[in-house]
């Protein structure tokens, strides 16, 4: 890349090329992706898979799809959460046909979390017929450790008659 210039700034030293449009561009002018940034999404587009983007790359294909990704791990955390051990009447209005499945979780946490993130992701705010497992895995070198892994099916639910009947049964119970 002798003689070559940043796009955006001019400068010669430390460029590199946008895995997009494989444009020329400083390191001061590339916009770096982290590997794991869409890491809960089931399927991730090719796209949003590479690591060096120019701004308008950036703003064009990440920028919106990191916003739309938050917005829903904003809603992932608000998700409703019953395991297949409770046995309450929940009101659905909608469910989901196909069982989310996620394996090789770090702990019980983030099991359910990605739980709630597929369902948020489908628009639903609860996810019912929760079953959340692990198992221990020894390595090579005699380390052990938890991998989680869950089942579950999303569904759309009443969330204020659903926190209203919550508050009414825990009312019950003091």
Known sequence: MSGETCTSCRKSKNLAKCDVC??????????FLEPGSFSFRKEVPEILTKSRYCGGC??????????AYQEVMVRAKKVFFFFSTQKASIHMLKRAKEKYRVEKCVDRDETILRLGFLAAEQGYNAVFDGDIVYTKVRDNAGYQRTHWS??????????????????LYEGAED
Not at 22 to 31: A, S, T
């Open 150 to 167: 869950g089942t579950a099916y999303g569904a759309l639910v009443d969330g204020e008659r659903l926190e209203k009947h919550l508050r």
């Open 22 to 31: 494989e444009g020329i561009f400083c390191k001061d002018c590339v916009q």
């Open 58 to 67: 950036f703003d064009t294909h990440v920028g919106p799809a990191l916003e």
